[in-house]
């Protein structure tokens, strides 16, 4: 079946710096991406929209400029947490959906800055 | 804006036991709607997706239920097993997904 590969799974970086997030689809082309962000006890938030070839789409209250999201190919999506800091420390999974409307979750990553 | 709920937040139950797990979403201009399991420190895992033609979809002892007119599903869960211990997410999708916020279950032994 469809999988999603995201990569790093566990990540701890300095605050000031920033670390990138890889969201692959391995054997479909994906479209369309989404990034969701969780924070302890709360739900799953939609990010933002990524399209193949075109700036994604921001959800409010998501800086566009702290989180670039770079979706280059047809199989690779990238969000890259700038500038980090200890209240970005949060779970990151991203979703791809190719052809119908069938989504594809990666596994996550876990994202601690300190 | 599409918001989806989860009731009960919390729920623990002795094994064997059967139980339901609800979501209700508000607007009904859905295409699917999905039910996750979400274990500590893991990412998600997709149990159930039922499409908005569906009534019902069944995998082993979970059947899930989209009633779209009236805005709920419910996760039915038979002879619960401690392993089922985790946190369940419904999510509905129309052009992203939007999930509740969850209900976590514990089966005690």
């Known amino acids: 079946g469809a999988v999603v590969s995201q990569h790093p799974s566990w990540v701890i970086c300095k605050s000031g710096t920033s670390v990138k997030i890889e969201c692959r689809s391995l054997d479909f082309q994906a479209t369309t991406m989404f990034w969701y962000r969780q924070f302890p006890k709360q739900s799953l938030m939609l990010m933002a929209t990524?399209?193949?070839?075109?700036?994604?789409?921001?959800e409010q209250g998501v800086e566009k400029d702290k989180f670039l999201i770079n979706h280059a190919s047809l199989t690779l999506s990238t969000l890259t947490v700038t500038s980090a800091h200890p209240e970005d420390s949060s779970f990151y999974i991203c979703s791809a959906s190719g052809s119908g409307n069938t989504i594809y979750f990666g596994e996550g990553s876990w994202l601690t800055v300190v | 804006k599409q918001e989806v709920t989860q009731i009960p937040a919390a729920l623990s139950v002795p094994e064997g036991e059967n139980l339901v797990l609800n979501c209700s979403f508000t607007d009904s201009a859905i295409y699917n709607l999905q039910w996750f399991r979400q274990d500590p420190g893991k990412g998600l895992t997709s149990l159930l997706l039922?499409?908005?033609?569906?009534r019902e979809q069944t995998s082993g002892r979970l059947n899930a239920s989209l009633d779209k007119s009236s805005g709920r599903s419910t996760l039915y869960i038979a002879a619960s097993q401690p392993g089922d211990s985790a946190t369940y997410l419904c999510?509905?999708?129309?052009?992203?997904?939007?999930f509740g916020k969850g209900t976590s279950l514990l089966v005690t032994p």
């Open positions: 990524s399209n193949e070839g075109s700036k994604a789409t921001y």
């Open positions: 039922i499409q908005s033609s569906q």
């Open positions: 999510a509905v999708f129309k052009y992203a997904l939007n």
